[in-house]
Nanobody, 123 residues
Framework: QVQLVESGGGLVQAGGSLRLSCAASGRTFTTYDMGWFRQAPGKEREFVAAITRSGGRTTYADSVKGRFTISRDNAKNTVYLQMNSLKPEDTAVYYC????????????????WGQGTQVTVSS
């Protein structure tokens, strides 16, 4: 199995940027496709972005397309989420997740989860 630890969250003004990181340990990182999800208070956890184990293919939720970029560094066992042009509606706890499936976009497609990192965007 794999252990995941997110970092990089914080408070930012609307229009600003943040980069989230998710460090993996345990089983070989390249075994897994990786995803980012988020959960706002009172809402369901929703898909944000995902990347294949090679990094060759990515997919995004429509709400973040063109503003967020997912990437990975397999040498560092880390996946990133670069978030630009942030909006107050991006405020949520962000989670990274690992899967042996091919970049699923639903929560049930992922087997391992981090503890989450809070992102707050002020207006």
């Amino acid at each position: 199995q794999v252990q995941l630890v997110e970092s990089g969250g914080g408070l930012v003004q609307a229009g600003g940027s943040l980069r989230l990181s998710c460090a993996a340990s345990g089983r070989t990182f390249t075994t897994y496709d990786m995803g980012w999800f988020r959960q706002a208070p009172g809402k369901e956890r929703e898909f944000v972005a995902a990347i294949t184990r090679s990094g060759g293919r990515t997919t995004y939720a429509d709400s973040v397309k063109g503003r967020f970029t997912i990437s990975r560094d397999n040498a560092k066992n880390t996946v990133y989420l670069q978030m630009n042009s942030l909006k107050p509606e991006d405020t949520a706890v962000y989670y990274c997740a690992a899967t042996m499936m091919v970049i699923p976009t639903t929560r049930r497609g992922y087997d391992y989860w981090g503890q989450g990192t809070q992102v707050t965007v002020s207006s």
